[in-house]
């Protein structure tokens, strides 16, 4: 049975006081104030693929996350279960619509029709549920999406969305952004098309986003088989894409902005061996304790790289507005190729975490929040119904908001864009194969 919450109140379940950690524990970072709306309007959201509370927590005790630890100060943070199998598309995608896969329809990272002989990537015409950028957008509010999962082609909503495929194809040279228009048989990689220039053009600043150095130059003591260039990528892909929303953020100050940082995942399946104990990671390729130290730290340094990465993003927001950090999924030892020593198939790795502050977010007694969680929580504090097709709730640490509930935002859904393929497609999958991805489950 479904309940609408009376105003002030939130929909909850029996469970844990996980959400008063934060202020407990990290009450000496209180008081850090942001420039911006004091009046608590806007909304931040950063997607961290595959952060955990098993490395960020012990770096906050030691004051190495301020950013994050001010996020914890000022409001509540704790972990995020996630749903499985721990597939990054399909819980992203929860993320974004408050459904279970089985609603949004994407199942995994690719699929391969009957008959075809290559795989194809889900795409966001595949989604089967209305997102929230298309929610907010339809209800009057200005919207930024960057580099969220499963956003090309990108949908025309009310701001701008720089799809996903976008920064693979840049970083790797594929020239996705080159000339003035899109080339001949591809599809528009931004909406509006016309911000492939303005990101061209953001993407050509080589000034430095943090005073964080690449963890992995000049191989950093890490071992051979680490493939340490490759890991400098990520660092690269991260900043690109902080790089591209400061651009939509002082272009349009989007009412909600939704963000996604893809590095540590992709550095955690390489290097989360060295935080295991030597039994635990037995069968990890073989490296020296000095080489095990070194990765260990280029980790927790990459950690500290992104808590840098989100001060930024939460520059221009000020303290009543809302600003949410949230993750898919843990880590666990174990590998799928000879080069990945850190995994996330089974519950060790159930839980990613999330961090909120802003107006009405206060202490309180509830489960870790769910990764299907978050939009309503969302849509709840824009002011916006809950829709009773949703699988998530409104987050009991939500406190003093109405909360409105309608039957569903499917009744009337936007037209899918044309799929044309974007020139990124190859450059992606290549990616994803390197990760072992395409062992996983399209389960639902």
């Known amino acids: 049975m479904r309940i609408t919450a009376r105003p002030g109140t939130a929909r909850a379940r029996p469970g844990t006081a996980w959400a008063r950690l934060g202020l407990a524990i990290l009450a000496a970072w209180g008081g850090l104030a942001c420039g911006g709306d004091p009046g608590g309007k806007r909304v931040l959201l950063v997607g961290i693929d595959g952060a955990t509370l098993r490395v960020a927590r012990p770096l906050m005790e030691q004051g190495r996350l301020p950013h994050l630890s001010e996020l914890a100060a000022q409001g509540v943070f704790g972990p995020l279960r996630s749903q499985m199998p721990l597939v990054s598309p399909r819980i992203w ?4 619509t408050g459904k279970k896969p089985a609603k949004h329809g994407i199942l995994n990272f690719a699929y391969q029709a009957e008959g075809e002989k290559f795989r194809r990537l889900y795409l966001s015409s595949d989604r089967t549920a209305r997102a929230l950028w298309n929610i907010a957008s339809d209800a009057g509010l200005s919207v930024g999406v960057v580099n969220w999962w499963n956003t090309y082609p990108p949908e025309a909503i009310n701001g701008v969305v720089v799809s996903d495929h976008v920064v693979p194809s840049e970083i790797q040279g594929r020239k996705l952004l080159s000339g003035a228009e899109v080339p001949p048989g591809l599809g528009p990689v931004t909406y509006p098309a016309e911000w492939r220039e303005r990101v061209a053009e953001a993407l050509s600043d080589g000034a430095a986003l943090t005073g964080i150095d690449d963890p992995f130059a000049g191989a950093a003591g890490l071992p051979h088989w680490s493939e340490p260039q490759r890991l400098s990528t990520h660092y ?11 651009a939509v953020e002082r272009e349009i100050a989007p009412d909600l902005l939704m963000v996604f940082l893809p590095g540590i995942d992709r550095v955690s399946h390489v290097l989360w061996g060295a935080l295991e104990p030597e039994s635990v990671a037995s069968k990890a390729p073989p490296w020296t304790p000095e080489e095990r130290q070194s ?5 927790q340094r990459y950690y500290e790289f992104t808590d840098e990465l989100i001060g930024r993003l939460m520059e221009r927001y000020g303290d009543q507005d809302l600003v949410m950090v949230v993750s898919d999924h843990g880590f666990e030892s174990g590998s799928t190729l000879e080069n990945t020593t850190g995994i996330h198939v089974s519950s060790k790795a159930l839980h990613g975490l999330f961090f909120a502050r802003g107006r009405g977010i206060g202490p309180a007694t509830g489960p870790p929040v769910r ?3 978050v939009t309503p929580t969302l849509l709840a504090w824009l002011g916006l119904a809950v829709a009773a097709d949703m699988d998530g709730v409104v987050a009991p640490f939500l406190n003093g908001i109405a909360v409105r509930e309608i039957a569903t935002y499917e009744a009337a859904p936007s037209a899918a864009p044309e799929s044309l393929p974007s020139g990124a497609e190859q450059e992606i999958l290549k990616q994803l194969e390197d990760l072992g991805y395409f062992e996983q489950s399209d389960g639902s």
């Open 295 to 299: 990765a260990a730290l280029a980790l």
């Open 236 to 246: 690269r892909v991260d900043q690109t894409v902080t790089r591209i929303a400061l």
């Open 371 to 373: 990764v299907l969680d």
């Open 93 to 96: 995608n929860s993320i974004a």
